[in-house]
């Protein structure tokens, strides 16, 4: 099993940044892929970033390529999102998640804010 818990959101400013951290408990931390998604109100929660178990490999979504920055320490079990020049459409909650194959834990989110 595989606990997540998220922190680092607040209210912030559009062009300005944030960062989330994801705090994992468990041993096998460092063998799982680790994510961020987010949702928006009235909206599906959609994939942001993902990053491999050696972090090696990420991935982002289009629309905050360029902007965020996926990483992760595993000898601290955490993984990061740096969220740069934040627009107001990035407000959400966004959420950790972790997986072998597949993204099977989640945290409860963190709410992200980006006034215009």
């Known amino acids: 099993q595989v606990q997540l818990v998220e922190s680092g959101g607040g209210l912030v400013q559009a062009g300005g940044s944030l960062r989330l951290s994801c705090a994992a408990s468990g041993r096998t931390f460092s063998r799982y892929r680790m994510g961020w998604f987010r949702q928006a109100p009235g909206k599906e929660r959609e994939f942001v970033a993902d990053i491999s178990w050696s972090g090696g490999k990420t991935y982002y979504a289009d629309s905050v390529k360029g902007r965020f920055t996926i990483s992760r320490n595993n000898a601290k079990n955490t993984v990061y999102l740096q969220m740069n020049s934040l627009k107001p459409e990035d407000t959400a909650v966004y959420y950790c998640?972790?997986?072998?194959?597949?993204?099977?834990?989640w945290g409860q989110g963190t709410q992200v804010t980006v006034s215009s």
């Open positions: 998640t972790a997986g072998a194959l597949n993204y099977d834990y």
